[in-house]
Each structure stands twice: as C-alpha cells, then as structure tokens.
C-alpha cells in the first residue's frame, strides 16, 4: 500500500461532512497506481487526509485500521468466511462529537471483593453528574446473559474476557465510557482487550486489594464457601490471579481502611480530564 495526500476540489465548511465528488491533485509523495479520474469519497473535517491507497486504487482511512477491518477485500476472521467490514457515513468522531467525550474503555480487575462494582458504580455516577454517557458491563452481570454459557473453567474464564472485551470495543466505538468490571485474572486475555483499541483507549484500572482485605468482606460469602472445599477454583484460592504491572491506574488498599469508592473513582475522572476523554 502506498500513501497519498489528497485535498478536496470544493471547499469543507468547518464543521459540516458532504459527500461529493473529488480530484486527486495534492498528492507530493510518489505513487504507483492510475487514479480513475474522481472518485466518490467521503469527506472528513480536515482540508489534506492520509490515506491508503491498495494496488487496485481502493481508498482506506488509516484511523479505522485496527483489528478486524479490512474495507477492501473479502477477508476471513475465524471462521467467518468472505466476509467484508461494511463503513457507514455516521462514524465514532461523529458520535462523539454528539456526546461530547471520547469513546474508550475502563477495564477494572482484580479479586473478587476486591471493589471493582462499587468503584464501577460510583464512577458511572460520577459522570452522568456530569453529562457523560457510561455503561458498565460488570462481570457478574454479564453472566446472567451473553456469557451464561461459561464456566470459571480457564478455557471459559478466557472466552468471558474476549466476549467482554469485544463488546466493551463496541461501547467504546458508540462513542460510551465503557467500564468493564471484571476479575479478568490472565494478563494474557487483559492485553488482547488491549489490543484491540485504538492506542490509550484501554484504560486498565487495577484494584490493588490483597487476599486478605477482600476475604474479610466476603460480601457473598464465596470464600468461606471456596476455603470449605465447596467451591473448586476459586480466584485466589485455588486459582491464579496474575496482578497488573502496566495499569494505568492503580486503587490500594492495603488495610481495611481504604478510601471510599467514590474517592478511588475521583482518580479514574481526573484521569479522563487530563487526557481529553471528557471532551469530544
Ligand atoms: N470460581 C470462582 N472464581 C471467582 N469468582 C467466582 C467464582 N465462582 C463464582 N464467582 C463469582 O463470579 C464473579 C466473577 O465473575 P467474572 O466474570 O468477573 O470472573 S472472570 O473474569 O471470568 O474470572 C465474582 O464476582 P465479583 O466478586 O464481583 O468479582 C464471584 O462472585
Ligand atoms: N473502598 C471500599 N472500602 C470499604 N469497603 C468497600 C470498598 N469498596 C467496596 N467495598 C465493599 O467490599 C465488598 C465488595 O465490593 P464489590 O464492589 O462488590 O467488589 P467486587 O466487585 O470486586 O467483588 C462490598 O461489600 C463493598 O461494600
């Protein structure tokens, strides 16, 4: 693939999308393909774009090029055969021009116990107070629908993340704040999450509780029941909970006087402000 520049032949009201029809004629680097006179293409905010040109003269836009999309040709994903990615002219800069924020997602982990729902729950409210739109897709929860299916069998542990994971990709493509609360154990399955956004989209909060704190709460009563031998593999017990060393937010507690959700939620809504994900 090569890239070219390309400038519009009619002017772009700041502001405005059209859809019209267009010459290439700023292109300074050297190109290798016929272009077929115009072309029909959409136009983005700015007056120069970079796109990607493939060999037979298809048009792809760089900022869409992560995992899974491929706007030219038939592909194979899995076992999907022949498929191909369909574009729409509503994109998630137009959506989030709307909302006024910028779609990414919140991954919290850690122990059961640990706070990932009440920090979930206080950070949602935290901004609807203040206009923005979230939507938390907690572990638990999500178990009692898409991912009822699953066990807490490793295999299964690792489907509910990449099942989260991918939907957590489409709030965040809608334009939402997507908060997953998950324990997520394997940081194998939280990269992959990672991977598949856009770069300093995945915001990865680890909810640095020990052992100890959390199973004194035992709010379900889960570990007493695991300890007893009447649940087989349970995260911190009998099985592994591989801790973040790259989060990008780290919430410790270390004794069980810890500060309050809210306040622990205070830091993941600094976070977002200093990094523009609370404005379009
Ligand atoms: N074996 C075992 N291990 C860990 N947790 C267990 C288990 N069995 C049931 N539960 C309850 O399931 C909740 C965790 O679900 P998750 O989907 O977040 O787990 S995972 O990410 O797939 O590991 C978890 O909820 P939270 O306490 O909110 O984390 C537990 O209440
Ligand atoms: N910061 C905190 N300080 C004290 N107790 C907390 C805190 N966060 C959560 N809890 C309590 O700990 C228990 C587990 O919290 P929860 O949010 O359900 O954790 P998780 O979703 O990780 O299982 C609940 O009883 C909750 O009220």
Redo the contacts with the bound molecule.
């Keep these: 693939m090569n890239t070219i520049g390309f400038k519009p032949a009619l002017p772009v009201i700041p502001g405005s999308k059209k859809l019209g029809l267009f010459s290439f004629n700023g292109g300074n680097q050297p190109i290798d393909f016929k272009p077929r006179g115009v072309c029909l293409i959409k136009v983005a905010m700015e007056e120069t774009q970079t796109l990607k040109v493939d060999v037979q003269g298809k048009v792809d836009k760089l900022a869409n090029g992560h995992a899974g999309k491929n706007h030219s040709h038939l592909s194979t994903i899995g076992n999907s055969t022949n498929i191909k990615w369909h574009e729409c002219p509503v994109e998630k800069t137009d959506r989030q021009k709307l909302l006024q924020q910028k779609g990414c997602v919140i991954w919290i982990t ?12 206080a950070l949602s409210q935290m901004l609807y107070q203040r206009g923005k739109l979230s939507y938390i897709l ?3 929860n999500v178990r009692h629908g898409l991912n009822r299916d699953l066990s807490f069998k490793a295999e299964d542990r690792v489907e509910n993340i990449r099942r989260v994971g991918e939907v957590a990709k489409l709030f965040a493509d809608a334009g939402f704040i997507c908060i997953a ?1 998950l ?1 997520s154990p394997y940081k194998r399955d939280r990269a992959a999450c990672r991977a598949m956004l856009p770069s300093g989209d995945f915001i990865e909060v680890f ?1 640095d509780v020990p052992l100890r704190v ?1 199973e004194d ?1 035992d ?2 009563g889960l570990y007493k029941l695991a300890r007893a031998g009447k649940i087989k593999g349970f995260t911190g017990i009998d099985d592994p909970y591989e801790s973040p060393l790259d989060a990008e937010i780290v919430l410790q ?1 270390n004794t ?1 006087d ?4 809210s ?2 939620a205070g830091k993941v809504i600094s976070y977002l402000e200093e990094k523009g994900y609370l404005q379009a």
């Design positions: 850690g122990l059961s116990g640990s706070g990932k729902s009440s920090v979930a729950c907690d572990g638990d609360c324990i909810m959390c709460r709010p379900k507690c069980g810890c500060s309050t959700p306040d622990m």
